[in-house]
């Protein structure tokens, strides 16, 4: 009785074991089943992710360089802009300064050629010389019109107040806005007409240019 006891027992440990294992089989097959799903799910995650990163670097090169060429543009309009600004104000840049200077250089270094031609010209000198004694006799009316050039100088060309409708109050304001002289009021600079704007609420402000214009 106690062999055949036992004998069972085996059997029912064996199948127990058997179950176990076949059992453990299912569940490790399970896991890798899902450890593949879930390999196939993040490679299915990460794909548009790495797409939609690729697509953000893409786009955010493409706005850096529309940025770029736009600061660029507006950068050279602003430096044109200036130049035309200065311009009207009469002031020189200083790219101006300098071909101004080159042209000065290049003048005078053809100054010597112009000599040279000077010199070649020597022969035909009489025939200047001969016309000389006209020009001269023209000029000996002009002397007679030296009272009329002495009574232009007898009119004081920074008395401000010889302009009609500025007193000495406003002559010395002026004066010390830097409107020294009549010609500045009559024939006025961009520069020197901001600085009259500044009396602009003086009585016959408009008429002031005709004014001084007047005075000879």
Do not use: C, W, Y
Request: hydrophobic letters at 35%; aromatic letters at 4%.
């Amino acid at each position: 009785m106690a062999k055949n006891a036992k004998s069972s027992v085996d059997k029912i440990v064996k199948k127990v074991n058997k179950e176990f294992e076949k059992t453990s089989a299912q569940i490790e097959t399970l896991i890798n089943d899902a450890m593949k799903h879930f390999d196939s799910l993040q490679h299915q995650v990460q794909d548009p992710v790495r797409r939609l990163l690729k697509e953000v670097d893409e786009l955010r090169e493409r706005e850096m360089k529309r940025f770029s060429d736009e600061f660029e543009r507006r950068l050279e309009e602003f430096h044109e802009l200036q130049s035309n600004i200065l311009e009207r104000l009469g002031v020189a840049s200083k790219e101006d300064i300098r071909k101004a200077e080159k042209e000065s250089k290049k003048q005078l270094k053809k100054a010597p050629a112009k000599n040279t031609t000077a010199k070649e010209t020597k022969a035909k000198a009489p025939a200047v010389k001969k016309a000389a004694p006209k020009k001269a006799a023209a000029k000996k009316p002009a002397a007679k019109k030296a009272p009329a050039a002495k009574a232009k100088k007898a009119a004081d060309r920074s008395d401000l107040t010889l302009v009609k409708g500025i007193g000495p109050a406003t002559a010395k304001k002026m004066k010390d806005a830097g409107i020294t002289s009549i010609d500045q009021i009559a024939n006025p600079s961009a520069a020197d007409t901001e600085k009259l704007k500044a009396f602009s609420s003086i009585k016959g402000f408009d008429q002031l240019t005709a004014e001084a214009k007047k005075i000879n």
